[in-house]
């Protein structure tokens, strides 16, 4: 590992100009380009200390041995020579596009005598004109099948093309009227050539003049009574119209734009294109990168542009480039496309109209590239297993840890604190082992010591499935009542079955059912290991390795928790969002994994899907609360009964005024049910009036105005507005 300050340049040695830099490692390799307006100011901020460097870029600058810069006359040619130089020295710390897949293009060879119309891939050629991209080669076959009714322009290989030449017979295709047949002499280079040009403007958007034109001569023809060329002109204006059908008008003004979206996260970003030309969608393509770099959405915008223009010239750059978030600065930028178009180029972010929505078809693209990319990359047996053993080797495991369970805590502002578990087996999410905790412990909010309960609470179920099956030789064991032999009290209620609904202890289900009477009870009153359905209990298999939502301070606490419990057999581990550090208890420096490591992105989609599954409960369990209503607090009376019961009665009010008798009178409701609701409802303080913000007027419920409850709801209790509630969100 280099020093930066072996390699750093003198004070004043730096112009303070605009320019490109290199980064070379001791191999005199590039490994990173940049540009700058100011060199001096964008340098100086790599040879600052190590600890304030992002770590990306910090083992970028560890990673090299020198560094060189080239200074030129504007912005605009730093970023043209900025692309030369990462198109020829392909760093490894750059940002590098890569697609999917190759996307064929319909090209037709206007460098040739006789231009051909056929599909390509790869890079383009110069004097090919291209349309596209499409998303398979058979579209781009079927549109040229029907457009070569009207504009029979040749589509044959060359070997084809000389052999018809040879022999004086063309293919199939001159017989059929589908080829012009130039090979035999039927039509001249030239009048061959314009035929091409027509179909190449056809193919830009330019086709309300050829539809109209041969309506024309349709009609033309029509008059004069010749009806079978007004046939054919007729079946050529179909064939047009249903080659346009296939790419529908998505702008209403004809407009040439492409439109640019961005879907990313923490380590990689997914890029989508559609090119519109004529106000139709023509091509489509996108590409996947992983984020070497730490890079702002405007900057992976400006690659893209790079990327996409950084060899077209002319109308291949559109008038109009729409994107999510403007490069910083701009100016540049849109100066250099407007070199390449020769014209004014628009580079902006859409505000409203049609625009706006189609940039959001785009963008919805590219979140669904994005997971569709992760889908495959996790499925994929030797990456996860390649993953698990990075994790192993990283972590100082004994083995690959083959259950993975992490944890997050999730809060509103201290209200509604609670926990999420989610388990990865062979780095595959197990859903149906999800568990949700409510934090019992305290009140308001302490990450800390809420990730400690949490973790005491599962593990405590742990050594009791372990005890009841004898595999626990420690002497320690539970008492009745819910107490451990140290005299502290289990926090009850965690979940173990993937169907129920809510425990005694408070702790919620996935499946919203009702738990069985001895759910909550299951540590102290000794039931057999199996459920129902004879599968072990999910709290019975321990995983090898915990991850923690979190830092330094939740690991310890974590750890602590586990050290308490006398378990030291699973390995704990911490994943911090900000930085994607990973921190192990008892170590005052985290361990950075590779930004290549499979196992770090194993780590980061767990951790993520710990906080998502924590965040959902949050803002249900949020929900519940706003809704809740007197009724809920009845044991015993579940939700079609409390509807019943408000549907008899009309409200609350009318429900708690009356009598015993009159409440048995509710279909279901028996005379020890009506004395509970009776019983509950008259301990409950009564809801103030109803009043009218308009004027003031106290409304009462006999008078017709419904009470608001749990199961005539109205407008829920708000803590601020929903973008504002999201940001409090933890």
């Not at 999917?100 to 110069?126: C, I, W």
């Not at 599968?535 to 301070?553: E, I, N, S």
Request: negative net charge.
């Amino acid at each position: 590992m280099a020093d930066p300050s072996s390699y750093r340049p003198r004070p004043g040695e730096i112009p303070d100009t605009p320019g490109v830099y290199r980064f070379r490692d001791e191999h005199r390799r590039v490994i990173y380009v940049g540009k700058a307006k100011s060199l001096r100011q964008r340098l100086a901020n790599y040879f600052q200390d190590l600890a304030h460097l992002h770590p990306r870029t910090r083992t970028m600058v560890t990673t090299a041995a020198s560094v060189e810069w080239t200074v030129v006359s504007t912005e605009v040619e730093a970023l043209q020579l900025e692309y030369s130089w990462i198109k020829e020295y392909d760093p490894r710390f750059n940002v590098k596009y890569r697609d999917d897949k190759s996307y064929p293009y319909l090209a037709v060879t206007m460098n040739e005598e006789f231009p051909r119309v056929q599909v390509m891939r790869g890079h383009k050629k110069k004097g090919v004109r291209y349309f596209g991209p499409y998303g398979h080669a058979w579209a781009i076959r079927d549109t040229v099948d029907l457009l070569l009714r009207v504009f029979p322009v040749r589509t044959c290989s060359t070997g084809v093309f000389k052999n018809a030449a040879r022999t004086g017979r063309p293919c199939l295709l001159g017989y059929i009227g589908k080829c012009s047949a130039p090979c035999v002499g039927r039509i001249t280079p030239d009048d061959h050539w314009d035929l091409a040009d027509e179909f190449c403007d056809f193919m830009a958007g330019r086709t309300g003049t050829y539809l109209r034109r041969l309506e024309r001569q349709m009609a033309d023809a029509a008059e004069e009574m010749e009806y079978e060329r007004a046939a054919r002109l007729r079946d050529d204006i179909g064939a047009l119209k249903k080659a346009m059908e296939k790419s529908a008008v998505v702008l209403g003004d004809a407009t040439d734009a492409d439109l640019i979206a961005v879907a990313e996260d923490e380590l990689e970003a997914a890029v989508q294109i559609f090119h519109v030309r004529g106000g139709r969608v023509r091509g489509q393509r996108g590409w996947v990168t992983d984020k070497v770099e730490e890079i702002t959405t405007g900057a992976l915008v400006e690659h893209a542009l790079q990327q996409l223009y950084g060899e077209e010239s002319g109308d291949a750059v559109p008038k109009e480039v729409l994107v999510p978030a403007l490069p910083d600065p701009v100016e540049p930028v849109q100066q250099w496309l407007t070199e390449r178009r020769g014209s004014g180029v628009s580079l902006r972010i859409p505000q409203r109209g049609d625009k706006k929505a189609l940039m959001e078809t785009v963008q919805r693209n590219a979140q669904q590239a994005l997971v569709l990319h992760k889908t495959k990359r996790a499925s994929d047996l030797t990456t996860r297993s390649r993953a698990l053993e990075e994790i192993a080797e990283a972590l100082d495991l004994d083995s690959a840890p083959l259950r993975i369970e992490c944890y997050d805590i999730s809060h509103l502002q201290g209200d509604d604190v609670v926990a999420s578990m989610v388990v990865f087996e062979d780095g595959l999410a197990r859903k149906s082992e999800y568990r949700r905790f409510q934090i019992k412990g305290f009140e308001g909010q302490d990450d800390v010591r809420s990730m400690h309960e949490v973790i005491t609470r599962r593990f405590r179920r742990y050594l009791a499935e372990k005890e009841k099956t004898g595999e626990w030789a420690d002497g320690e064991s539970l008492t009745d009542g819910g107490q451990h032999a140290d005299g502290t009290q289990h926090p009850g209620g965690e979940q173990h079955h993937p169907g129920g609904g809510q425990h005694p202890g408070g702790d919620a289900r996935p499946g919203g059912q009702a738990a069985a009477p001895d759910d909550g009870e299951a540590l102290t009153h000794g039931p057999a290991l199996k459920d129902d359905d004879g599968r072990p209990k999910r709290f019975a298999y321990p995983p090898q390795l915990v991850v923690v939502d979190g830092g330094q301070p939740q690991v310890a606490a974590a750890q602590r928790a586990l050290d308490e419990l006398g378990i030291d057999d699973i390995a704990v581990c911490g994943l911090a969002k900000r930085l994607e550090e990973v921190w192990l208890p008892r170590e005052d420096d985290p361990v950075v994994l590779p930004r290549t490591s499979e196992g770090l992105y194993l780590l980061q989609r767990v951790r993520d899907e710990a906080h998502r599954f924590a965040i959902t409960y949050q803002r249900t369990k949020r929900a519940k609360r706003f809704r809740a209503g007197p009724l809920d607090d009845v044991p015993g009376l579940g939700e079609t009964r409390k509807q019943a019961l408000i549907k008899h009665f009309g409200s609350v009010k009318r429900l708690r005024a009356a009598t015993i008798d009159q409440i048995c009178e509710v279909p279901g409701i028996g005379r020890k049910t009506a004395e509970t609701v009776a019983v509950a409802l008259a301990g409950a303080t009564p809801a103030g009036p109803a009043v009218n913000t308009a004027t003031g007027e106290i409304m009462d419920d006999d008078d017709g105005a419904p009470e608001t409850t749990a199961d005539a709801p109205g407008e829920p209790v708000s803590a601020g507005t929903p973008d504002e509630r999201r940001g409090q969100e933890r």
